[in-house]
């Protein structure tokens, strides 16, 4: 799944840079190795590829090696293995974290993120929190070291998910923005910038019961696509909004 998950940024790559005959030979060459992948790995009895844990499902998923006529049936057990197997905790290791997190995270179910992140007992970041720690850990349970890079990933989810900031591959090196903040659980407020090339990208929001105030900065000469987080894209159109936008 990882090798297919760096050839399909090959692919990215070749296509942003305007190589299409390469774009098109690692495309073939995927749509070859999925379906061997999901051959050799899936089990049609267990429905589950290898074992029952959360990177088993995610990385599958994000590396398109599950069938579109599976990907509810595994995104589905994916979400049972968070909220109930392991009660909101998430059980993957270093790669698998920051796998999970960014998935989750573009397809939108921030509010499983939410829930993982949230959680104070072990394993997870809040019960490292709990125990004392100032510093990360090695492994969820504090053995060997306690002054580590292993999981570090979700640092990405605060700037990308609850923030909102990232990269538009139409306009590469922030030249085009996506801002789409995730308005989760008790979340009243995020405010986070970061520092682009063209300049500094600031995403401020903050709710007071169902009302969303939304505050951004965009650099000069650069575009931006903002989604107003709702249950229905008519709630935007049909509500009572003003926007105001500004260079800094």
């Known amino acids: 799944c990882y090798r297919i998950q760096q050839m399909t940024l090959l692919t990215r790559m070749a296509a942003a840079l305007g190589k299409s005959d390469d774009e098109q030979r690692y495309g073939r060459r995927l749509d070859e190795i999925r379906p061997l992948v999901h051959a050799a790995f899936y089990s049609a009895e267990r429905q589950e590829y290898v074992i029952d844990e959360q990177a088993y499902y995610v990385m599958p998923l994000m590396s398109g090696i599950v069938p579109e006529s599976g990907r509810a049936l595994m995104l589905g057990k994916l979400e049972q293995n968070i909220l109930v197997k392991n009660q ?143 249950e229905a894209p008519k709630e935007v159109g049909a509500g009572q909004w003003q926007f105001q936008g500004h260079l800094r």
């Open 88 to 230: 909101g905790h998430l059980d993957t290791g270093m790669l698998g974290t920051y796998f999970m997190m960014e998935y989750l995270r573009e397809i939108g179910r921030n509010d499983l993120n939410f829930t993982m992140f949230n959680q104070t007992t072990h394993p997870g970041w809040g019960h490292m929190l709990a125990e004392g720690a100032t510093t990360l850990w090695e492994q969820w349970n504090g053995h060997w070291s306690r002054i580590h890079s292993c999981f570090t990933s979700p640092g990405n989810w605060f700037y990308q998910g609850l923030a909102g900031i990232q990269a538009d591959p139409r306009g590469p090196g922030f030249k085009r923005i996506i801002l789409k903040p995730a308005v989760v659980g008790d979340v009243t407020w995020v405010k986070a910038h970061h520092d682009s090339p063209h300049g500094r990208i600031v995403s401020h929001w903050k709710r007071d019961g169902d009302k969303l105030t939304m505050d951004v900065t965009i650099p000069p000469n650069t575009a931006a696509t903002i989604h107003i987080p709702g």
